[in-house]
């Protein structure tokens, strides 16, 4: 179960791992991507560990925004990102800055001279928090927009003109954007992994804006970390360690096939150097562990919207 809209990076990297996986399976047997959005993924993932089927048949791929927002105590998020079952990452998704050509944005830069408004998912998601977290440690003048239901309304709501700026999945704006910035519709700014992914190389880093003794230089830093787990799999909390180990097995040696890595660089898909279910475990405990201002930050920043 996927808990974004179909159609973003995420979904691309998903059912390219979906393929691969079900060659690997008993004949018979498929995994079924079942995408169910809403609240920045809050929805997907208490389904996930409150009431999907605890023996094997079900996993979750939940937003990157997962573990930071358990610091906003959420009353709706009914989940501990640490009970749940890692299987392994997928994909890698740091989030791109990009603007209309005609906003009179060019750089990262101008975005603290020029106001103009921004397309967001709602105040849960990575899309609000990295545009909040910008403005308030950049000075930027983005005038946030909440509310798209996911990647592909943000970017085409920016194309069409409603709004100037936006940040977009990297993997679907190298896969299926690129034309846009060739024919100079739209400019690329910034990025928010911490080290520039392929095909991007030129593009400056987000955090590298930021004065390290900034006092909220940790968020910036929490984000683009968070940036780093993007598309894991996990198993709900109770499923048994033997059908946990052998869909483990299932997901390694599908990542690892020769014929999916040359597959995803065909496609243009950016995947990274696979991350197994010991990375992901390291992952989400590291993203647990933050400065008590970092968590009163996310808390606030949800509760303030």
């Not at 179909?6 to 998903?14: F, I």
């Not at 983005?142 to 194309?159: H, Q, T």
Request: net charge negative; hydrophobic share 45%; charged share 20%.
């Amino acid at each position: 179960m996927h808990v974004t809209g179909p159609g973003g990076t995420m979904d691309l990297a998903a059912l390219l791992a979906i393929d691969y996986m079900n060659r690997d399976l008993p004949e018979g047997t498929e995994v079924v991507l079942d995408h169910r959005p809403g609240g920045g993924g809050i929805v997907g993932t208490n389904y996930a560990v409150n009431a999907a089927p605890q023996d094997g048949t079900f996993c979750l791929m939940p937003t990157p925004s997962m573990v930071l927002l358990t610091f906003a105590r959420l009353a709706e998020a009914l989940y501990d990102p640490a009970a749940l079952q890692p299987l392994g990452r997928v994909l890698a998704s740091p989030r791109v800055f990009v603007a209309r050509a005609d906003s009179g944005i060019e750089t990262f830069e101008d975005m603290s001279e020029h106001a103009g408004t921004h397309s967001a998912m709602p105040p849960v998601s990575t899309a609000h928090t990295v545009a909040t977290a910008t403005n308030q440690v950049l000075d930027t003048r983005l005038d946030i927009i909440p509310g798209y239901g996911g990647g592909a309304p943000m970017f085409n709501a920016m194309v069409q003109g409603e709004v100037a700026s936006t940040t977009a999945e990297h993997g679907n704006l190298l896969a299926s954007k690129w034309n846009l910035i060739d024919d100079g519709t739209i400019s690329v700014l910034a990025q928010t992994g911490g080290n520039p992914v392929a095909g991007l190389d030129d593009v400056p880093l987000w955090i590298d804006f930021v004065d390290e003794d900034h006092e909220l230089y940790g968020v910036v830093a929490a984000l683009t970390s968070g940036s780093e787990m993007a598309l894991l799999l996990f198993l709900p909390p109770d499923v048994p360690q033997d059908r946990f180990d052998y869909l483990r097995d299932v997901l390694d040696r599908a990542m690892r096939d020769p014929d999916l890595i040359a597959e995803a660089e065909a496609r243009n898909i950016p995947l990274p150097e696979y991350g197994d279910w010991e990375f992901v475990q390291e992952q989400v405990a590291d993203g647990l562990w933050q400065p008590q201002e970092v968590q009163d930050w996310f808390r606030a920043a949800v509760e303030s919207d």
